[in-house]
C-alpha cells in the first residue's frame, strides 16, 4: 500500500480508505511533527464510485433510477428549455396540448439544438430542417423528404418520461420499463401548508451538498457559533445526536435541553437524492408534538461538478409560526434563507459564509482521501455507506427496491418539543432515551395518518417521563 513512504502518496493509492472514524488513519506516523505542508501537498482522485454520475457510471445509474425533479413547471413557456442533468445535454418544453417533453438537446438530424426549435401544438419542430418529434421521441415529420421516404420510420429521438406534481416537472432517466411508481409522501397532504416550488445551483459534486443534511454538527457551528446567528437562536444550543436507519434511508436525531421540555429533531435522507428538513426557525419555545417539515428537496447532479437542489418550501402556521419565511423569495435562483448561494459581496461571505461556502470550498468533488472522520461524522459516513451499498446491489441484482406506491409514504422528518423534567443525575443521557423512544415509536408506527401518528408519540412521551417518576 505504501508508495515511497510518504503519508500523500499512501492516501493517493487508497483514495477512500485513507480516512478513518477512530483517527488511525495512515498519516499518524506524522501526527506529532509540526509543520507538515511539504508532506500534504499531494490530492488524491475523489472517490469515482460515489461521485461520477454520467452515463453508464455506477453512481449515474444508481441516481437514474428514481424520479428526479428537472424544472420548476412555471419556466416553462412559449420557448424551449436548455437544461442539463445527470451529465446529459436536454431540452425541456411544453407542447401545445399541454404535454411535456425532455428530450436530447441535440437533432437527430444533424446535431442543431432544440432550444431553438419551434413548439408545437404536437411535441417540437428543429429549427434547421424542421423535423418533428413528439415528446417520446418518435418522428411526426420530416419536412424536406420525399413522401416515399423511410427515414422517419428509422429515428427515434432520445426522450425520457416526465411527470408534473405539485409545480415541478419530474423526469425518469432509467433504462425504458423500469420507472418506479411516482412517490407520494405523507407531508405532502397535510392542511394548511403550502408548497412553494424553488431550483437552487451549486457549484460542486451532489454527494457533499447531500451530505451535509445528514450533520447536525454544522448546524451548531457554521449556523451559530462561527459568525453569530443565522437562522433561529436555537440552534445555539448544543445537541445530542444519532444516526439511524429508517425503511427508506437514514435520519439523524438532535436532541436539546429546552427547560423543562426536551425539542427532538429528527432529519431524514430518502436514499439515493431525496431529503425533509424541519422549520428553519424553529426556536422550540412552545410544546409541539410533531411538526413536520420545511423543506422537501432532491439534491440532483448536473454534472460531477454542478449540483440543482430542487424542490418545495412548505409555508403555513405549523411549520413557520412566527411567519418569518417569504414565499416571494423562492423560486428560480433563489431562496428565503441565507447562505444558500445568493449573491453576496466576497467580504461579506467571508465575515459570514453559509451553506453554500462551506460545501463548495470543500474542493469541485470533496476528496475523501484527505479528510479525518470525527464521531460526529458518523451520519457522513453511514450515509456514504447506505449509497454505496445502494449502487453495487443495482450493479448486481439489476434492480432497488422502491416502495409500491399505492399508498401515501410515511417519512420521518419532525420536530417534538414536549415535558421532560430535568431530574437528579446525567441530563444527558436522560435527553437521549427520550429521544430514543420516541424514534422508536415512530418507526413501529407504519401509519401515515398525521393525527394518529402525532397521537402515539404523545403518548409514548407521557409514558416515558411517567415511567422515570415511578
Ligand atoms: S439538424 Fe435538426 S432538422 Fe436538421
Ligand atoms: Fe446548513
Not at 39 to 47: I, S
Not at 53 to 58: A, E, F, N, R
Not at 268 to 282: F, K, Y
Request: aromatic letters at 8%.
Amino acid at each position: 500500500m505504501t508508495m515511497g513512504g510518504l503519508p500523500g502518496h499512501e492516501a493517493a493509492s487508497e483514495p477512500h480508505e485513507a480516512n478513518s472514524l477512530d483517527g488511525a488513519g495512515p498519516n499518524v506516523e506524522y501526527c506529532t511533527m509540526a509543520f507538515q505542508g511539504y508532506m500534504r501537498r499531494a490530492v488524491p482522485a475523489a472517490d469515482p464510485e460515489l461521485t461520477q454520475i454520467g452515463p453508464g457510471t455506477p453512481c449515474g445509474e444508481y441516481l437514474r433510477r428514481i424520479w428526479q425533479p428537472v424544472i420548476m413547471a412555471n419556466r416553462l413557456e412559449d420557448l424551449p428549455v436548455a437544461v442539463r442533468m445527470m451529465g446529459e445535454d436536454l431540452v425541456v418544453f411544453r407542447d401545445g396540448s399541454g404535454a411535456i417533453g425532455l428530450l436530447n438537446r441535440h437533432c437527430s438530424h444533424r446535431g442543431a439544438s432544440l432550444e431553438y426549435g419551434v413548439i408545437r401544438e404536437r411535441g417540437i419542430s428543429c429549427c434547421y430542417h424542421g423535423w418533428h418529434y413528439a415528446c417520446d421521441g418518435t418522428v411526426l415529420d420530416i419536412p424536406g423528404e420525399a413522401s416515399g421516404s423511410r427515414i422517419r420510420d428509422k429515428v427515434i429521438h432520445g426522450a425520457y418520461p416526465t411527470r408534473e406534481y405539485r409545480g415541478v416537472v419530474f423526469a425518469y432517466m432509467g433504462p425504458p420499463g423500469t420507472a418506479p411508481d411516482f412517490p407520494i409522501y405523507d407531508t405532502y397532504g397535510l392542511p394548511g401548508i403550502e408548497a412553494v416550488p424553488f431550483h437552487l445551483t451549486i457549484p460542486c459534486n451532489w454527494l457533499q451538498v447531500y451530505e451535509n443534511t445528514q450533520d447536525p454538527v454544522h448546524v451548531l457551528h457554521l449556523h451559530a457559533q462561527a459568525t453569530g446567528v443565522q437562522f433561529a437562536q436555537s440552534n445555539a444550543v448544543r445537541q445530542l445526536y444519532d444516526f439511524m436507519p429508517t425503511p427508506l434511508g437514514m435520519m439523524n436525531l438532535q436532541v436539546r435541553r429546552m427547560g423543562g421540555r426536551a425539542w427532538v429533531r429528527t432529519v431524514e435522507c430518502m436514499l439515493p437524492n431525496a431529503n425533509q428538513t424541519g422549520a428553519i426557525w424553529e426556536e422550540a419555545e412552545a410544546e409541539k408534538v410533531f411538526q413536520r417539515v420545511g423543506i422537501t428537496r432532491w439534491v440532483v447532479p448536473v454534472d460531477d461538478t454542478d449540483t440543482a437542489i430542487l424542490g418545495w418550501r412548505w409555508f403555513g402556521r405549523d411549520v413557520d409560526p412566527r411567519d418569518q419565511g417569504d414565499r416571494a423569495k423562492v423560486g428560480f435562483g433563489s431562496i428565503d434563507f441565507m447562505g444558500q448561494g445568493e449573491p453576496r459581496p466576497y467580504e461579506e461571505v467571508q465575515r459570514q459564509p453559509g451553506d453554500y461556502e462551506a460545501q463548495v470550498s470543500q474542493r469541485p468533488i470533496a476528496v475523501h482521501g484527505l479528510e479525518n472522520l470525527a464521531s460526529s461524522d458518523r451520519g457522513v459516513a453511514m450515509l456514504r455507506q447506505l449509497v454505496r451499498q445502494g449502487i453495487r446491489r443495482l450493479a448486481r441484482e439489476g434492480r432497488l427496491d422502491q416502495p409500491a406506491t399505492d399508498d401515501v409514504i410515511p417519512t420521518y422528518t419532525q420536530d417534538s418539543v414536549l415535558p421532560l423534567p430535568q431530574g437528579a443525575g446525567d441530563d444527558e443521557a436522560v435527553l437521549m432515551a427520550f429521544g430514543r423512544a420516541l424514534v422508536a415509536a415512530m418507526l413501529e408506527d407504519k401509519s401515515v395518518g398525521h393525527a394518529a401518528r402525532a397521537a402515539r408519540i404523545r403518548a409514548v412521551a407521557a409514558d416515558h417521563v411517567a415511567g422515570r417518576q415511578g
